[in-house]
């Protein structure tokens, strides 16, 4: 069964640095990749995903990830992360031409400001 | 209205009742899911609907656990008997079909929390 694991639980950040949210899966085929962002008070939104393609892939609010196929990870980053990037991001994958989506645990960040 | 929708928001019931938790998706969509989350937890997959179809439903943790979509539209979560480890936000999603492909992306609903005393 495919299953993501997010490393880090908890993130506190001061305003500027960088960040980065590692992501791994567990499945050998084809898949398609999410980071979700909840931020407080509201539901779950997508944040940005990968299909295919440039393996490289941008999202809204300045938010970028890399998968990497090899490392069956898919890492969320931002160079300088703002105190209203203060959310859950959880990082989801689902088999390709599959409908279930599964997520991984979470990671909260908190930026200081 | 533009997103999905669902009710109650907030719910408390005591051991043993039953309760229904509502889910109005975005109009047109075909996909809808329903998952749970608890506390420190991602959400966990529980069901999945094509229009009133119930295509997968490996995930319902019971056979307390029941949901449907008779029109292919809203649907209902019911958990009968609730015990205290029902505890969780159940989350609805839906996906609209494109090219008969699922694209992945999930819209939710901000979710049912469920209290059981």
């Known amino acids: 069964a495919q299953s993501v694991s997010q490393h880090n639980h908890h993130v506190i950040l001061s305003e500027a640095a960088s960040l980065e949210l590692g992501c791994n899966y567990s499945?050998?085929?084809?898949?398609?990749l999410f980071w979700y962002v909840q931020y407080p008070g509201q539901h779950l939104q997508l944040l940005l995903k990968?299909?295919?393609?440039?393996?490289l892939v941008k999202g809204i609010k300045g938010f970028e990830a890399e998968f990497i196929k090899s490392k069956f990870s898919f890492n969320l980053r931002k160079p300088s992360v703002q105190w209203s990037d203060t959310a859950e991001y959880f990082c989801?994958?689902?088999?390709?031409?599959?409908?279930?989506?599964?997520f991984g645990t979470g990671t909260k960040l908190q930026v200081i400001p | 209205g533009a997103g999905v929708s669902q009710s109650p928001r907030y719910k408390v019931a005591k051991r043993g009742q039953d309760v229904a938790l509502r889910c109005d998706p975005i109009s047109g969509h075909v996909s809808l899911f329903w998952y749970q989350q608890a506390l420190g937890q991602g959400p966990e997959f529980l069901t999945y609907?094509?229009?009133?179809?119930?295509?997968?439903k490996s995930g319902l943790p019971s056979d307390r656990f029941f949901a449907e979509r008779p029109e292919g539209s809203v649907s209902t979560l019911k958990i009968q008997r609730t015990q205290q480890e029902d505890s969780a936000v159940y989350l609805c999603a839906s996906t609209p079909r494109t090219s008969g492909l699922n694209t992945g992306e999930l819209f939710f609903g901000e979710g049912s929390r469920l209290t059981v005393l």
């Open positions: 609907f094509q229009n009133e179809a119930q295509l997968d």
């Open positions: 989801a994958v689902n088999l390709g031409g599959y409908q279930k989506v599964t």
């Open positions: 499945y050998g085929g084809t898949v398609n």
């Open positions: 990968y299909f295919s393609g440039d393996p």
